[in-house]
């Protein structure tokens, strides 16, 4: 069940108010969890079997850390948590390319990828290494079940730690009139960033250019990226919207995602900004065991180099994110090398020129990267890149309503984050009936100009 | 890097009557939309169909990963079959030849052309051709689906590779990527242009025959080069056509082969016509120019460039966004003259694509539209009433509602409508949407890896065009050696009917000089 749709409408108003009349918290914990059983089923029935194997497997290895602090135990229950992941994920991959050194080598059918594996496998991981270093271990399944599958962050994040959701399940709170509010208002901006502007660039401009990218001039490419990285930021923070302001309609608050990424002035300031929670995963569990900015010489730089490789490949098993990981890793440790040793340790505040020279560089890294993001393999990588060098002088074919969503989006997102506030603020000072009349005149308006029907967010892929 | 949300406080109840409020509110104005007929499109959920939530539970007809004919894996299609109701079958007629080369996912896919009355002409061509003999010419109108030179440029080589490459054909002077390309010749253009074509009108009903007309500022010029062989150097060219037209307020124009000057002279005169310059070089060239003196403007409909045979020639007409609507803005005089220079032996038609919301489509009737498009074929065909003749329908087009994709709902009207055009006209037929797979079919192909077609679900990718333009060269070469098979028999061509009256808009194009 997608977010931007009708029966989710219906799903979750009926499931929040059924939630809210549940006065015993083993209750309203069980209800979560089924629900999002239901939520996650739709989606596919069997991949719900290995979710719940996952889930009793965490829970369990939870128990046997907290008993045992070995770092053996803990170890091995890591490699036993990822390795779903690894399997349905990157066996198929890791295998076609070791049969290129070993010709005998077999190699496995690729296999059908479960749905937000790689999102529930991270924060099983976590789960069990915060254990480790002294969190107590959840003693009740079914509240460690509802952490893991409440279904606003079941599929695409944002990736909770334990501590987040469970003490919130703790309390005796209700849903304040705000929360509706703030709910209302998360989702409708949901609604906007998938319908109206992710799924409207990609149907309109994206998809096309990269599907036959020898077809379109080099100007229609480099906007095609522009619309590219704008639609994947709407695409994946409209989900994340979703999926906050879902969890306040329940009285949850789950954390941010993003900070308006696109402002970042340099790369290590963007995956400071761009999908917050991953980034914030990769620090904790990879970049400070392996030493994080401890030590001299070049450990720093070979920390962050691994971190942002495995953030890239986190992604999928395909060479563009290996290289798309590598770009990055290069980038964030130029910029260390810049700040600590080179001409930015002696830096002054920036002026206008060091800012814009700054914002344009990073921006622009980042949008050329995407083309490794959204390429099929290494080879469609290379035939976007050679478009782009296209100069045939023709004004570019997109339709008028895609070119006008690719610049509203753009000047909505380059706005100062405390407009979103204040008129957040103003909505939730609205009648209730307002917020109803304000969802059922979105939800025509996407109806109206949107695709006619939502698509698959793109991180439902990862 | 931000920390987790704390925890807030613990607040008092006061939420619930405001989420009943809004969600009720939400709901029932919602609801109301089904009560208002004209807001019905907005109406999420209708009686009868499937319970929203329950349905999304409901298990799905297919694997989302599968295997296609080929053995790639491709993701299953996204929405069960349909359930529309099929579109009756084309009757084969006996001697119709059905092409046995599987090319999934199409579906190999006859001609309909009883007695080889569509086809006859062009069949005779192919033949000269074969026998070493002449050009066979093709000209292919339509819309974005052949602006893109996709389909025609596939079908343009299956028919050079085998009959002999008769060049690049008719050339739009505008040939530019906002109207159409040609992958296959390089267009290099200089100074100030201006175009206008049957999509956004301004061309005083003379479009040209690719329904696109430029004129050129003065100096400004545009130069096009033969296609590469495989051997890396150009095909050497023998016959240059230049089209243009004169009228008031005209310099001169001028043209050139190689580099070598071709002709030229004034485009003024005072009233406006259609006038055309031909060029042979027996020596060949391998790329043409033409452009604007230094006295004035010029403008131009486009150029023809040839080999002096044996082969064919396959133009692509294509024009973004055209239909019938489109058509009826040429001049009837000005577009039978442009045809009847270009000598055709087959003319084929393949648009439709863009009035599948004709409201008489959607209610799937036919015989509005099959008015409308008859009177586009009839233009066409005026100026070649001896050529052959070859109705392509559209290929299938989606559309996402309800949690589905499928197909259009106009689409099946408007192919009924082709099919009956093609019959009563003696045209052959051949059925685009059938050949992708049927209804549905641009679901699966979009849904494909690596993609056949857009997720606009309106156009083919590339890959996608290629399978289509092979699909329509087996049919037509599958409808050829069943012809030569049985001698290549000319059948009597029946009498066309009488063209439904079109009210024609004031066409200036009567009223100039004879063209």
Known sequence: ?????????????????????????????????????????????????????????????????????????LGLVVVGLLSPMAYYKYLHFVAENLQLLIPALPVPPRAHLPIGISFYSFQAVAYVVDVHRGQPAERNPVRFSTFLLFFPHLVAGPILRASTLLAQLDSDRFVSREDVGYAIARLGTGLVKKLLIADILRIGIVDSVFTDPGRFTGLEVMIALYAYTLQIYCDFSGYTDFAIGSARLFGFRIPENF?????????????????ITLSDWVRDYVYYPLGGSRGGGLAPYRNTFLTLLILGVWHGANWTFVVY?????CAVSLNRWWRKSGPGQHERPLDAWGWAWRFLATFHFVVLARILFR?????????????????????????????????????????????????????????AVAWGVALALLGWACVTWGPGDSLAFIYHDF | MTSDAAPPPSRAVGGMPALFLAFGTAGLLVAATALVPSLAHLT??????????????????????????????????????????????????????????????????????????????????????????????ASQWGDSTIAADGITGTVRSRLQARFGNGGPGYLSAGLDPQWSMRLDVAVSRKGEWATQSLLNGGGNARYGFGGI????????????????????????????????????????????TSGRGAGGGSAASTGTSDRFHVVERPDGYTSASIGAGAEGAATFYGVVMETAGPGVVWDALGVVGVGTGSFSQTGRRHIAGQVAQRKLDLTVLMIGGNELGLPSLLRGEADEYAILYARTLAKLRAGAPEAGCLVVTPLDQGTRSGGTARSKPGLAAAIAAQRQVAADWGCAFWDAQAAMGG??????????????????????????????????????????????????????TPAAPAAPAEADPADPAEAGEPG
Request: charged share 20%.
């Open chain 2, 44 to 137: 999420p959920w209708h009686p009868g169909e499937p319970v929203p939530v329950w349905r999304a539970l409901a298990p799905q007809a297919t694997a989302r990963v599968t295997e296609d004919a080929s053995g790639e894996l491709v993701r299953a299609p996204e929405t069960p079959e349909p359930t529309a109701a099929p579109v009756a079958p084309v009757p084969l007629p006996s001697d119709a030849a059905v092409p046995t080369t599987q090319r999934p996912p199409g579906v190999p896919t006859a001609l309909a052309d009883p007695g080889f009355r569509g086809m006859d002409a062009f069949y005779r061509a192919l033949a000269r051709a074969e026998a070493g003999q002449g050009l066979a010419r």
């Open chain 2, 439 to 492: 209804p549905d079919s641009i679901v699966r192909w979009a849904a494909m890896k690596p993609p056949l077609g857009w997720s606009d679900l309106l156009h083919l990718s590339e890959k996608g065009q290629d399978i289509v333009g092979q699909l329509l060269a087996d049919a037509i070469e599958a409808g050829y050696d069943a012809w030569t098979r049985q001698g290549g028999t000319t059948r009597p």
């Open chain 1, 259 to 275: 900070d308006r990424p696109y402002q970042a002035l340099s790369v290590a300031s963007y995956w400071r900004r761009w999908h």
């Open chain 1, 325 to 329: 990981g590598l770009l990055h890793g």
């Open chain 2, 213 to 256: 007309v430029s004129t050129a500022a003065p100096e400004a010029t545009v130069s096009f080069y033969a296609p590469k062989q495989d051997d890396g150097t150009r095909l050497k060219l023998h016959r240059l056509e230049v089209w243009y037209q004169t009228g008031p307020e005209r310099g001169t124009w001028w043209a050139a």
């Open chain 1, 375 to 431: 390429s099929e393999d290494l080879g469609h990588a290379g035939t976007v890149t050679l478009a782009l060098l296209d100069t045939t002088p023709a004004l570019p074919r997109f339709s008028t309503h895609a070119t006008l969503v690719l610049v509203l989006g753009y000047a909505v997102h380059f706005t100062p984050k405390g407009w979103r506030a204040y008129a957040t603020q103003r909505f939730q000072g609205l009648p």
């Open chain 1, 1 to 73: 069940m997608l977010f931007p749709t009708f029966d989710y409408f219906v799903f979750l108003p009926l499931v929040a108010v059924v939630h809210h009349v549940l006065r015993e918290r083993g209750l309203r914990a069980g209800w979560l969890t089924v629900t999002s059983l239901v939520f996650y089923a739709a989606w596919n029935a069997l991949d719900t079997f290995l979710l719940l194997a996952v889930i009793a497997a965490s829970w369990g290895a939870g128990r046997l850390v907290e008993r045992t602090r070995s770092p053996l135990t």
